[in-house]
């Protein structure tokens, strides 16, 4: 039997939960990996995570709270304004950013590893779930959509030409 619609949550508590667990682990124990610490420059790297936390925080705002995303899955409707403009995953992305940022807060090489996994996990997880049951519920709509957006980054919406 097809679903008429995506789950509410889908695999985001799982993305969501491993990138927060990881990132606690680093705030606990990057005193403990003092080769990796970064000294020249730790304002440059507490600036840029600042940043990136502020930009996750207005992402996630954004998506949730304006874009509405909950009543386009109850609606059965494939949302593509808004955050959705910016990003095809503005919830999880927001969460990468915010992780990313206290990542890059700590001033230390060994954690900020992480944040390319975070990207590669997302990636993966979205390919092996999302990506497939949003392309067989709204088809070309949503590949058309992908060919516009960035999976993971936020960026400027394409214009149309023509």
């Given amino acids: 039997m097809k679903k008429e619609h995506l789950p509410v949550y889908g695999p985001g508590p799982f993305y969501t939960g491993t990138i927060i667990i990881i990132t606690v682990l680093c705030v606990i124990f990057h005193s403990h990996l003092p080769s990796g610490q970064i000294v020249s420059l ?20 954004y998506a949730v709270i304006l874009s ?48 390319l996994f975070y990207w590669l996990f997302m990636t993966v997880l979205m390919k092996a779930t999302e990506e497939k049951w949003l392309q067989d519920l709204y088809g070309q709509a949503y590949i058309d959509y992908c060919q516009r957006v960035n999976r993971c980054w936020p960026w400027f919406p394409e214009k149309n030409h023509g």
Avoid: H, Q
């Fill in 68 to 115: 509405k995303i909950d009543d386009g899955i109850v609606n059965n409707r494939l949302v593509t304004e808004g955050a959705y403009a910016l990003v095809r995953n503005p919830i999880y992305s927001a969460f990468m950013l915010v992780c990313d940022g206290i990542l890059l807060w700590l001033c230390n090489l060994w954690c900020i590893l992480p944040a």
């Fill in 42 to 61: 730790p304002w440059l790297c507490r600036l840029c995570g600042s940043l990136l936390i502020i930009a996750g925080i207005a992402l996630w705002v």
